[in-house]
């Protein structure tokens, strides 16, 4: 026994040495008892007398603790690095559903804030002007990757650098608007999802055919501030045109030009509205809300939160999940992708839902083909 004392090991400090001591401790046919110290988790060896079973049973323990090390997760994870992300955002972001299915979908790939993540959140309450000097503080702070949302904040970030990576969780044209070269093959610093908003114009167009009476004449609410008003606008009066309805095109990048707006779309006698897809729209949806039921106009949109708000109809890619998606690019790029080398996503599905309430108040009523087809119905 003596001559075994003189051959202990050093004070284990982590549960794979301690394994590997009771393997040699199996070996040399004595056990071990330990008491386990609360601050270091180190185990102080005692020694006793075993027999061959509880030699048996240390070595069955050793390989369960190797299997189990085995199947340990490791995204997220690496080396105890804690990874530095910057929010770039032109709405505000609290109590955002967005901001929370991007912080869930970090989460279900092992990146945890307070753990081994940090996000710089950055947002622009709906001051545009703002998100340039927002995105040099975050270039400032040398974040390790940069989500944008929208394309005011991609372009604002990507004026402000061109080496660390830029992920776009949500935007219409990013080939047209110049943030990537391909969709394929973006071949800079920036990648991402993009909504492709300006190509569902043929079936928002066939939606309001289908609700409105005898539509002749319809508006496009577009903005000015985003660099896909000019695709929106001229999808959706290519697909007017095909259906022999007319357009009329009403520009609003504050809350007065879309009071505006409103207003002379309804001198004008306009039978229905399709507003463009914008960060500035989606944040103003209340009010542009408001306005349709004031003047009588049932209102087409892109994204479901409009209609949550009391617009009529929407149709398009589900926004939330895009956000939940975007956490998988932020992923591939901290393990070592190369933005330019992941190709930019595109909707695979589109979701429609109808506002029954507001329908009713506008005197609507809702062909039963597309309340079959609505994957969700606000009574």
Do not use: C
């Not at 929370?100 to 001051?127: C, P, Q, T």
């Not at 095909?242 to 006698?269: C, Y």
């Not at 306009?270 to 209102?299: C, M, W």
């Amino acid at each position: 026994m003596r001559e075994d004392r003189g051959r202990i090991l050093p004070v284990l400090t982590t549960w794979r040495l301690n394994a590997l001591f009771v393997a040699y401790a199996a070996s040399r046919e004595v056990s071990y008892v330990g008491r386990q110290d609360s601050s270091t988790y180190a185990f102080y060896p005692k020694w006793v007398q075993v027999n061959r079973m509880n030699r048996r049973r240390a070595v069955a323990a050793l390989l369960a603790l190797s299997a189990t090390a085995a199947s340990r997760p490791s995204s997220g994870q690496q080396g105890g690095k804690v990874w530095r992300v910057g929010y770039l955002s032109p709405a505000s972001v609290v109590n955002s559903q967005y901001t929370a299915a991007f912080l869930k979908g970090m989460r279900e790939l092992g990146y945890v804030e307070g753990k081994n993540l940090v996000i710089e959140w950055r947002s622009a309450d709906g001051k545009l002007e703002r998100l340039p000097s927002l995105a040099a503080e975050l270039v400032e702070l040398k974040v390790d990757v940069i989500v944008a949302v929208a394309s005011p904040a991609i372009g604002a970030a990507q004026k402000a650098t061109t080496t660390i990576p830029i992920v776009m969780a949500i935007t219409g044209d990013p080939v047209g608007s110049g943030f990537v070269k391909s969709l394929a093959r973006p071949g800079g610093n920036i990648t991402g999802l993009s909504n492709m908003g300006g190509d569902t114009g043929p079936k928002l167009v066939d939606l309001l055919t289908s609700v409105v009476p005898k539509l002749s004449l319809v508006g496009v609410l577009v903005t000015p501030t985003s660099t896909t008003y000019r695709t929106i606008s001229d999808s959706v009066q290519a697909a007017a045109q095909n259906a022999g309805v007319k357009t009329l095109v009403a520009e609003a990048s504050s809350d007065q030009e879309i009071d505006n707006a409103f207003s002379m779309m309804a001198r004008e006698k306009a039978d229905a509205v399709i507003v463009g897809s914008s960060s500035f729209f989606t944040q103003q949806r209340r009010q542009i809300a408001e306005l349709a039921l004031k003047y009588g106009i049932p209102s087409m949109f892109a994204i479901r939160s409009n209609v949550e708000a009391g617009g009529l109809i929407s149709y398009g890619q589900n926004v939330a999940d895009d956000f939940h998606r975007s956490a998988t690019y932020v992923d591939k790029i901290l393990k070592g992708a190369k933005p330019a080398d992941l190709p930019v996503e595109q909707p695979v599905s589109f979701e429609l839902v109808v506002n029954l309430k507001t329908a009713k108040a506008l005197g609507l009523t809702i062909p039963q083909a597309i309340l079959l087809r609505a994957d969700e119905v606000i009574q």
